[in-house]
């Protein structure tokens, strides 16, 4: 304000007369104000300018001040101050300015256009634009008309204006390319970029932005690199190459932070944060878009502000929170009720048109979309008239007009034809299910468009949280066109595929890298970059955990999520550079001979796979296959029916209800669930693989009941995540020099013997019986090593080469994080003080695990809950069944709920007596002799089903633990 303060003084006061004064010292500070300027020292350069300043006014000197209150101003400006340098800007454009030069006029009315720009006031901005454009006409500046040229497209590009922008775009481009101005030529050619992005020309752009970042490297600008860096990686975001947009759009978020400028961080923020939301993670999503919104509210932008309002509304709807979106749609409302950009009306139109859908009002719905429509075929808006006929696509087919509906969608789908991949997915599978419920094949071939789109994108990031989020959007139609293949043509063959095409695709991606040797193993001081990135991301979580201060809590999220967002961009640099990964062939899913030949006479495979109102089931046997589609009476929707059946199944077998009741509720669920070919061929069919979807990932098959029978008296039983990874996981029967590692974390807090769950280590139950547990185990094995006591810490276990033992057995806590699954883990100690020493925490989290190498026949993790964690649609469980997967281990044993620490020592006790029985007699000197040629067949059902079905018989004939609660939590996945 001091500086307003002063210009104010001077035109009251008439001091506009131009001196010819001699270099003074506030010539000397101009000029080091100049210097800093050009170093991108904002800070120092407004010092220089003020005291120039006040020493011209002590002068007298009118021009000289108000050169250097100009660039004050300016540097105010380019350092985020924007509404204090418009404020300066146009009390100067106040002045007398017939004796100033004509080259400073235009100057100060190129920079108000620009603030004026920056705070969204385009109209206004174009005013001084074009009076700066008749003085620069009137002196022939070319520079400067060039300059201007491209400054005026910007206002009406924001306005949706595009071909005016291109006109004065292709003007500023033919006179840069003339005079050699590659500095300038950066700046246009980031200009024709923007306006090209907008019509969804997203490839057609990506060569000009390409060539603006390759000058401005040259120029070596932090803050036009910020700007280059984070326009290229939204452009190969639409396009799908999502692994080469999280890069860059970590370049730009490191240079915007280091410049603390709030004008250009805040679309870093909002597009990493639309990335965050397209996968799925709305918690991360909603951090960036929080940190947007709030920095665009301190710089009063009204549209920017607006927008930011949207997108967490948006999120508010995806979570069926639609009075909370209501109110940020309000909200948004307030901010731009004076402004003039139709594009952003257009998107409000169809933003509420689509809540009210939700709410069932479809009057006010279609409303809404004419509006969107009529502004969205004037201005040419090609991506909101896409969304104006899928949104009348869904009116239509919601009244029950089906005709309609299929039109709609055809032109949203003829009109995306030209639009980057990411952009066309969802035309496709709209117009595949308008095609479907016309009862048209034509269905079935816009289906294959669609998953062809969907496979060209999901291999083209890495890391599981954007690989996994960006499929589970799609991975429901996969099961949708599934159940189409089943009721219309009756092909549970081609159901089959599409159901395991859409079953754990990452992991069966990531374990097929890491059959690569060369993928898998990095240089040391990558590994050791990897590994601190990931030890700082866990410190913080620590940390999380440990506070109880809101305040702190909020720091340390905002902190994670940078963190985070860094460690994955560090992950995709990794893919991208890989040489390997170039021509790598992602594994295609298994196909139905493949899995039949899998299976001997007595085995088949169960499968099931959820749609929004059904459950598709696959039964394959060696020589056959069915399909059905399950469809719970008086329950409109199929998945929202049995997610509250088997909660409460498990509630009932978990609070240790009567044997009566929980069979009579596993008797209907068996009656549901398994198929009659089934239950009728007990004499053929022992052996039953389960691959599980949806909530019936945590149903225990084995305690389903018919005629007062356990499922598990009748079958060996063992589960995966889809069929198509069997062939990925490791082999049994490895070479290793030890037997067993068994470690027993019995140190823990005083505790009532059902271990239970908490952030707090110290809150853990004492685990008297895992020492009992763990000699029991012991006595089968001649050569094992046991892990006990003060033995027991996450740095202990470490140094020992892991990859040395046939089976790993783990009696301790467990911690299972749904919503952080990289932070679901085992915790080894509670002695934070010792492991601090070697760097470690005591809590081997999933992301640490994935990373060990283990050569494990078995990994058993006879601790609460291990087998639970996030489901993803399509991707299953993100568990640490799955982390030890990665790792290597063959197969895990896991626990669906919280065990008893006494009966679980039996159980275990008999499990290991049985399994070193079955393991003689299934492996050998023959078959020992066959596997060191290479020429063994493991056999789908091998010794530790055959042990852990033993086992659970044993318990049921039991006469403390007979209860399904202590034998039924534990299953075997893997192979």
Same mark, same amino acid.
């Given at each position: 304000?001091?500086?307003v303060?002063?210009?104010t003084?001077?035109?009251?006061f008439?001091f506009?007369?131009i001196l010819n004064?001699?270099?003074?010292?506030?010539d000397s500070?101009? #000029?080091?104000?100049?210097?800093?300027?050009?170093?991108?020292?904002?800070?120092r /350069?407004?010092r220089h300018?003020?005291?120039?300043?006040?020493?011209?006014l002590?002068?007298?000197?009118?021009?000289?001040?108000?050169?250097?209150s100009?660039?004050y101003?300016?540097?105010? +400006?380019?350092?985020?101050s924007? +509404?204090?340098?418009?404020?300066?800007f146009l009390?100067?454009?106040?002045? =007398?300015?017939?004796?100033?030069?004509?080259s400073?006029q235009?100057r100060?009315?190129?920079?108000i256009g620009?603030?004026?720009?920056?705070?969204?006031?385009?109209?206004e901005?174009?005013?001084?634009?074009?009076?700066?454009?008749?003085?620069?006409?009137g002196?022939?500046?070319?520079i400067?008309?060039?300059q201007l040229?491209?400054n005026?497209?910007?206002?009406?590009?924001?306005?949706?204006?595009y071909?005016?922008?291109?006109?004065?775009?292709?003007?500023a481009?033919?006179?840069y390319?003339?005079l050699?101005?590659d500095?300038?030529l950066?700046? #246009?050619l980031?200009?024709?970029?923007?306006?090209?992005?907008?019509?969804?020309?997203?490839r057609?752009?990506?060569?000009y932005?390409?060539?603006?970042l390759?000058i401005r490297k040259?120029?070596e600008?932090p803050?036009?690199?910020?700007i280059?860096?984070?326009n290229?990686?939204? +452009?190969l975001?639409?396009?799908?190459?999502?692994? !080469?947009?999280i890069i860059?759009?970590?370049?730009s978020?490191?240079?915007?932070?280091?410049?603390?400028? @709030?004008?250009?961080?805040?679309q870093?923020l909002?597009n990493?944060?639309?990335?965050?939301?397209?996968? $799925?993670?709305?918690?991360?999503?909603?951090?960036?878009?929080n940190?947007?919104l709030?920095?665009n509210?301190?710089?009063?932008?009204?549209?920017?502000?607006?927008?930011?309002?949207f997108?967490?509304?948006?999120?508010? #709807?995806?979570?069926?929170?639609?009075e909370?979106?209501?109110?940020?749609?309000?909200?948004a409302?307030?901010?731009v009720?004076?402004?003039?950009d139709p594009?952003?009306l257009?998107?409000?139109?169809?933003?509420?048109?689509?809540?009210e859908l939700l709410?069932?009002n479809?009057?006010?719905?279609?409303?809404?979309i004419?509006?969107?429509r009529?502004i969205?075929?004037?201005?040419?808006?090609?991506?909101?008239q896409?969304?104006?006929?899928n949104?009348? $696509?869904?009116?239509y087919?919601?009244e029950?007009n089906?005709?309609?509906?299929l *039109?709609?969608?055809?032109?949203a789908?003829?009109?995306?034809?030209?639009f980057?991949?990411?952009?066309?997915i969802s035309?496709s599978m709209n117009?595949?299910?308008?095609?479907?419920?016309?009862?048209?094949? !034509?269905?079935f071939i816009f289906?294959?468009?669609?998953?062809?789109?969907?496979?060209?994108?999901?291999?083209n990031?890495?890391?599981?949280?954007f690989?996994s989020?960006?499929?589970?959007q799609h991975?429901?139609?996969?099961n949708e066109v599934?159940?189409?293949?089943i009721?219309?043509?009756?092909d549970?063959k081609k159901?089959?595929e599409?159901?395991e095409?859409?079953k754990?695709r990452?992991l069966?991606?990531?374990?097929?890298?890491?059959?690569e040797?060369?993928?898998?193993?990095?240089d040391?001081?990558?590994?050791?970059k990897?590994?601190?990135?990931?030890?700082q991301?866990?410190r913080l979580?620590n940390?999380? =955990?440990?506070?109880e201060?809101?305040t702190?809590?909020?720091?340390?999220?905002?902190?994670l999520?940078d963190?985070?967002?860094e460690?994955?961009?560090?992950?995709?640099e990794?893919?991208?550079?890989n040489?390997s990964l170039k021509?790598?062939?992602?594994?295609?899913?298994?196909?139905?001979?493949?899995?039949?030949?899998m299976?001997?006479s007595?085995?088949?495979i169960?499968?099931?796979?959820?749609t929004e109102? %059904?459950? #598709?089931r696959?039964?394959?046997?060696?020589?056959n296959?069915?399909?059905?589609?399950l469809?719970?009476?008086g329950s409109?929707?199929?998945?929202?029916y049995?997610?509250?059946?088997?909660?409460t199944?498990?509630?009932?077998?978990?609070?240790k209800?009567?044997?009566?009741?929980?069979?009579?509720?596993?008797?209907?669920?068996?009656t549901q669930?398994?198929?009659?070919?089934?239950s009728e061929s007990?004499?053929?069919?022992?052996n039953?693989?389960?691959?599980?979807g949806?909530?019936?990932?945590?149903?225990?098959?084995?305690?389903?009941? +018919?005629?007062?029978?356990?499922?598990?008296?009748?079958f060996?039983?063992?589960?995966?995540?889809?069929a198509?990874?069997?062939s990925?996981?490791?082999?049994?029967?490895?070479?290793?020099?030890?037997?067993?590692?068994a470690?027993?974390? !019995?140190?823990?807090e005083?505790?009532d013997?059902?271990t239970?769950q908490?952030s707090?280590?110290?809150s853990?139950?004492?685990?008297?019986?895992t020492?009992?547990?763990?000699?029991?185990?012991?006595?089968?094995?001649?050569?094992?090593?046991?892990?006990?006591?003060?033995?027991?810490?996450e740095?202990?276990?470490?140094?020992?080469?892991?990859?040395?033992?046939r089976?790993i057995h783990?009696?301790?806590h467990?911690e299972?994080n749904?919503?952080?699954?990289s932070?679901?883990?085992?915790?080894?100690?509670?002695k934070t003080?010792?492991?601090?020493?070697f760097?470690?925490?005591?809590?081997?989290?999933s992301?640490?695990?994935?990373g060990?190498k283990?050569?494990?026949?078995?990994v058993?993790?006879?601790a609460?809950n291990?087998?639970?964690?996030?489901i993803?649609?399509?991707e299953?469980?993100?568990?640490?069944?799955?982390?030890?997967l990665?790792?290597?281990?063959?197969?895990v044993?896991?626990?669906?709920w919280?065990?008893?620490?006494?009966?679980?020592?039996?159980?275990?006790? *008999?499990?290991? !007596?049985m399994?070193?029985?079955?393991e003689?007699?299934d492996?050998?000197?023959?078959?020992?002799?066959?596997n060191?040629?290479g020429?063994?067949e493991?056999?789908l059902?091998?010794y530790?089903?055959?042990?852990l079905?033993? /086992?659970?018989?044993s318990?049921i004939e %039991? @006469?403390?633990?007979?209860?399904?609660?202590?034998?039924?939590p534990?299953?075997l996945?893997?192979?």
């Open positions: 304000m001091k500086a303060l002063t210009i003084f001077l035109i009251t008439g506009w007369q004064a001699q270099a003074s010292q506030g500070l101009l #000029v080091l104000g100049n210097e800093s300027y050009s170093n991108q020292d904002y800070d /350069a407004a300018y003020q005291k120039a300043m006040d020493l011209f002590e002068e007298s000197d009118s021009l000289k001040w108000l050169e250097a100009f660039e101003a300016r540097t105010l +400006n380019i350092s985020g924007v +509404n204090e340098a418009v404020e300066i009390t100067l454009d106040k002045t =007398s300015l017939q004796q100033i030069p004509t400073l235009i100060l009315k190129n920079y620009l603030t004026l720009r920056r705070t969204e006031q385009y109209d901005a174009r005013k001084y634009y074009l009076d700066a454009m008749k003085l620069a006409e002196i022939s500046d070319s400067v008309i060039a040229n491209n005026i497209s910007y206002t009406y590009q924001n306005t949706g204006d071909e005016t922008a291109l006109l004065h775009q292709q003007k481009l033919e006179i390319i003339a050699g101005n500095s300038r950066s700046f #246009v980031n200009g024709i970029f923007l306006t090209m992005m907008e019509l969804g020309l997203h057609q752009a990506e060569p932005i390409r060539k603006s390759e040259k120029l600008n803050r036009l690199l910020d280059a860096f984070h290229l990686a939204w +452009n975001e639409r396009q799908g190459k999502r692994d !080469s947009a860059y759009y970590q370049k978020l490191e240079l915007s932070r280091m410049l603390e400028n @709030p004008f250009e961080i805040t870093t909002e990493i944060g639309s990335l965050y939301e397209r996968s $799925g993670d709305f918690e991360n999503a909603l951090g960036y878009y940190e947007a709030t920095i509210r301190e710089i009063n932008r009204p549209v920017s502000t607006a927008e930011g309002l997108r967490i509304a948006r999120i508010a #709807v995806k979570n069926n929170d639609l909370n979106a209501t109110a940020f749609y309000n909200e409302l307030e901010w009720e004076d402004v003039n594009r952003f257009t998107n409000l139109y169809l933003d509420f048109a689509n809540l709410k069932g479809n009057g006010k719905a279609k409303e809404y004419s509006n969107a009529n969205a075929f004037e201005k040419e808006f090609q991506l909101q896409v969304r104006s006929h949104l009348l $696509g869904e009116l087919n919601i029950g089906l005709q309609l509906s *039109e709609e969608y055809k032109k789908y003829k009109h995306s034809s030209s980057a991949i990411t952009d066309r035309p117009l595949a299910k308008a095609y479907n419920d016309a009862s048209s094949d !034509s269905a289906a294959e468009e669609a998953f062809s789109l969907i496979d060209s994108v999901r291999t990031v890495a890391g599981l949280a690989r989020g960006f499929f589970s991975a429901g139609f996969y599934a159940s189409w293949y009721k219309r043509k009756n549970p159901a089959f599409l159901i095409s859409a754990a990452v069966m991606d990531e374990l097929a890298e890491a059959r040797k060369e993928l898998s193993s990095l040391e001081s990558t590994l050791i990897k590994q601190q990135k990931a030890k991301i866990d979580y940390q999380l =955990s440990a506070t201060s809101l702190e809590k909020s720091a340390i999220r905002d902190e999520k963190l985070e967002f460690y994955q961009s560090f992950l995709n990794l893919h991208v550079s040489v021509d790598f062939k992602y594994p295609k899913p298994i196909t139905l001979q493949k899995a039949q030949d299976l001997d007595e085995s088949a169960l499968e099931y796979a959820f109102e %059904h459950v #598709v696959l039964l394959i046997t060696e020589d296959i069915t399909g059905s589609i469809m719970p009476e409109p929707k199929a998945k929202q049995f997610t509250e059946k088997i909660r199944y498990r509630e009932a077998i978990t609070s209800a009567s044997v009566n009741e929980i069979q009579e509720i596993g008797a209907s669920l068996y669930l398994i198929p009659s070919e089934v007990r004499s053929e069919i022992s039953l693989l389960i691959i599980p949806g909530a019936l990932t945590f149903l225990p098959f084995e305690t389903l009941s +018919n005629n007062n029978r356990y499922l598990i008296e009748d060996h039983i063992k589960y995966l995540p889809s198509s990874i069997y990925f996981i490791n082999n049994p029967h490895r070479t290793t020099n030890f037997e067993l590692l470690l027993a974390g !019995s140190g823990f005083g505790g013997g059902l239970n908490s707090s280590q110290a853990f139950a004492s685990l008297p019986s020492l009992l547990e763990v000699d029991s185990i012991s006595v089968n094995f001649t050569n094992s090593r046991i892990l006990k006591n003060d033995d027991v810490t740095a202990n276990l470490k140094s020992h080469d892991l990859s040395d033992f089976f783990f009696a301790t467990a299972v749904e919503s952080t699954p932070q679901s883990g085992l915790l080894l100690s509670k003080d010792v492991e601090s020493l760097g470690e925490d005591g809590f081997m989290n992301r640490e695990i994935s060990l283990l050569n494990a026949d078995l058993t993790l006879s609460c291990t087998g639970m964690g996030k993803v649609t399509g299953g469980l993100l568990g640490l069944q799955r982390s030890f990665s790792a290597g281990a063959s197969s044993m896991v626990s669906l919280s065990i008893y620490d006494r009966s679980t020592a039996d159980f275990m006790s *008999e499990f290991y !007596s399994l070193k029985t079955h003689s007699a492996y050998g000197i023959m078959n020992r002799t066959l060191w040629f020429l063994y493991h056999p059902f091998d530790k089903a055959k042990a079905r033993d /086992a659970k018989i318990m %039991h @006469p403390y633990y007979s209860h399904p609660v202590y034998w039924a534990f299953i996945v893997g192979k």
